[in-house]
Structure formats: C-alpha cells, structure tokens
C-alpha cells in the first residue's frame, strides 16, 4: 500500500472534523473542496481511511442510509504533533451520530447570523487549556455539564461572551434539567438557547423552568427545529416569560 503524504489540505479536514466529532462528506466538501470535483475530495477520503487517519460510518436517518465521517488518534497526531500527548483524553468518537450532525447544522445556521462574532464546538470548550482560545468565552464545564456550542454575540453596543446552545432532541430525565437550570445561575453564563427537535419538547422544558426557584427569569430561551433552520429573515428565540432574543439572517447556510 502506498504511502500517504499529509498536505495542508488533510490538515484543514482533521481540524475541521476535530471540532465537530463527525461530518458528512457534502459539508467537508463546502468548507474545503468548494473548488474541486467531488470524485477528487472522495479519492482522497478513501485515502485517509485507507491509512487508518479517518474512520466513515453508516447511519440511517429517515429511513435512507447516510456515511459520514470521524477522524483517529493517527490523524490528531499528525494535526497538532506538539500537543499530542494533551489531547489524549480528548474523546474524537461521536456518541450520538444524529445528535452531532445536528449540531453541525445549529452551528452552520449561527453562522448567517448578523450577532454572530464567534461560535466553538464542545470539542473546542474542552481543550480550551491547549487549543488557542478566547479567554473570555471561557466556560468552566463539568463532565457532565459540556455544552454542545458556545456563541459570542454582539447586541447593539454589548458584547455576550458566554450564551450556550444546547441542542435537544428528547425529553431527558427531569432532575437533569432542574439541575442543570440551578447551575445557570451559579455561574456567569448569558443566557442558554435551546433548539429542540419539537414543540412539545419545548413546552415541557418550560414547565421545568418552574421547579427552579432560583432561575433568573429570561436567562434561557427556545425555538423548535424546523423554526431555527427554516427562518431566512430573523430567528426568534422566545423564554417562558415571552421575552424574545432575534437574530437576523445575512447570509446563506452551506
């Protein structure tokens, strides 16, 4: 088998998949083979996990079978040689495939956001102490407490540093949320913005809000899915006391 020179290229595609746990072959083709034919970004995958540098795998989303794509230990060695031996606890396996994806598309939709200054993965939160980072989006998390995205955002003359997206695609059990509303307020965090897979879900995040005496009124808000990704002029993001956070579209989400 022939050997496999790593080139910038391959870099950008570690980087890119580093940050986000997994991704689909048509978004590693927008962010970095926009310019080149599909069969050439596809021959050089193949490459890759040939090597043993990314792993594809199969899901099944709406009743189709989809591949996407993880990165190895082999490719973070290669992305960051110095700081290799920091990054080892670093977990590059996606535990929830439809979770993660879905997360990439918030993240790719945030990006069209006027506000939007900046916006880092989880991955990114947790390797904050290596990574270069912006300090003061810092967020001190616990294990179980990581968020799925942290935006910085610019309102009027305010600057947010700390405003966490949680992506929810079902009800977990009730004493997690309680818990994790009450350690909103133990910490400088702005304000948490749920995109939830449906309306009910919604709903009853709401009515948990209120077994949380302590919550600051207008400190989490929400919007469905299909509201989030289908809004091309503002997304509105409502709290339980109907206070609103818009965000204006600019441009597209690719």
């Not at 968020?147 to 009027?156: A, E, I, R, Y």
Request: glycine share 2%.
């Amino acid at each position: 088998m022939a050997k496999v020179f790593i080139n910038l290229r391959d870099l950008e595609i570690f980087e890119y998949i580093f940050k986000r746990k997994i991704v689909e072959g048509q978004e590693i083709k927008n962010a970095i083979f926009s310019n080149v034919a599909s069969s050439t970004m596809y021959r050089r995958l193949r490459k890759l996990i040939m090597r043993k540098y990314l792993v594809q795998v199969g899901y099944t989303e709406n009743s189709r079978i989809r591949v996407a794509y993880m990165m190895t230990n082999k490719a973070l060695k290669s992305l960051y040689p110095d700081i290799f031996d920091k990054l080892k606890g670093i977990k590059l396996k996606s535990d929830s495939i439809l979770h993660d994806l879905a997360v990439n598309k918030v993240a790719r939709k945030f990006r069209t956001f006027e506000e939007t200054l900046d916006l880092r993965f989880e991955q990114e939160i947790v390797a904050k102490n290596v990574l270069d980072f912006e300090p003061s989006m810092s967020y001190r998390f616990s294990y179980r407490r990581k968020p799925d995205l942290v935006l910085q955002m610019c309102k009027g003359d305010t600057i947010y540093n700390k405003i966490i997206i949680e992506y929810e695609s079902s009800q977990k059990a009730k004493s997690r949320y309680v818990s994790y509303f009450n350690y909103i307020n133990e910490s400088d965090i702005n304000a948490v913005l749920y995109v939830c897979k449906s309306r009910a879900l919604i709903k009853t995040l709401k009515s948990l809000e209120q077994d949380c005496y302590s919550l600051e009124p207008n400190t989490v808000f929400y919007i469905s899915e299909e509201e989030f990704l289908n809004s091309n002029k503002i997304v509105s993001f409502e709290s339980s006391k109907k206070k609103k956070i818009n965000f204006k579209v600019i441009s597209d989400a690719t």
